[in-house]
């Protein structure tokens, strides 16, 4: 017994008449006949009372026609699933991400993505950029979105948005109402920062940055995001350099200011494991995109 049998029998069973049923299914009612025929010879059953007007289902046909036609169904819907995966319609994506990317356009595009591919789930989990990098690794996520920095030679990335470096200092600061501000003017402030362990990338550059303009910074407080830098700020505990994005976060507390050293820039990217991918996540990966940010 096989799908194709099965079919052929449920197609009789519902026209009544191998005639009607033939055409149906489009075969000519020979091998229709011949099919059926088979099939009882292999259950050792009737399913079909034959005379020269008429075509009655047996007790026995009653029965395996209703199961058949569960069965014929979950087969499509096995089929139809299959090749939903196969085209990265259906399935699960596991999606790391730093903080700052609330405001950067990651809800956009996940929404975006989600509102023609329902069926494929997306679990995120907020990782700071090595966190990352190590999960992805590990196949603990299928994708990242980090802050620039050095990568694994078995991680691909794609980059998102080059945006550049603002200093955010709290609103009532002495600088507040410049409409732009040179790293060299921050020499005697102190710092917030994330600690180096957490972001190399981020402590090393902006340390370099302020190195550059003559000056070592005074780092008073090491956090892990960049909103609890913001906040920080707006809480008078010292001033900071970030991407100007996180002017979306709506503090009211802070302010910022462009540097005058235009070119700093900040770098996002996503980032997965350099091997086979899942055509969900071939899909995403080419729907991702972050618009610019101005100042």
Known sequence: MDLRQLRYFVTVAEELHFGRAAEKLHISQPPLSLSIQQLEKSLGIM???????????????????NEARTLLKHAADMEDLATRVALG????????????????????????????????????????????????????IDIGFIHSGHLPDEIQSKKLLEEPFVCCLPAGHRYSKKTRISL??????????????VSPHY?????????????????RHEV??????????????????VPSSMQKSSLKQVTYIPLTESKIQSESLCIWRNKEI??????????????????
Not at 203 to 219: E, Q, Y
């Open 184 to 197: 060299r003017d921050l020499a005697e402030e102190t710092f917030v920062l994330f600690p180096r362990s």
């Open 89 to 140: 319609v259906e399935g699960r994506l596991k999606v790391g991400f730093v903080g700052a990317m609330l405001f950067r356009g990651l809800p956009e595009a996940i929404n975006a993505f989600q509102a023609k591919n329902p069926r494929v789930d997306i679990v995120l989990r907020e990782m700071n950029t090595t966190e990352q990098i190590e999960a992805v690794q590990r196949e603990q």
């Open 47 to 65: 399913l079909l009372i034959r005379s020269n007007k008429t075509v009655a289902l047996t007790s026995a046909g009653v029965v395996l026609y």
């Open 278 to 295: 899942s055509p969900s996540l071939s899909l995403f990966i080419d729907s991702v995109n972050f618009p610019a940010v101005d100042f």
């Open 224 to 241: 892990r995001h960049w909103l609890t830098i913001v906040g920080l700020v707006g809480q008078n505990m010292g001033i900071a350099l």
């Open 203 to 219: 402590h090393d550059r902006i340390v370099a940055l302020c190195i550059n303009a003559g000056f070592s910074p005074r780092i």
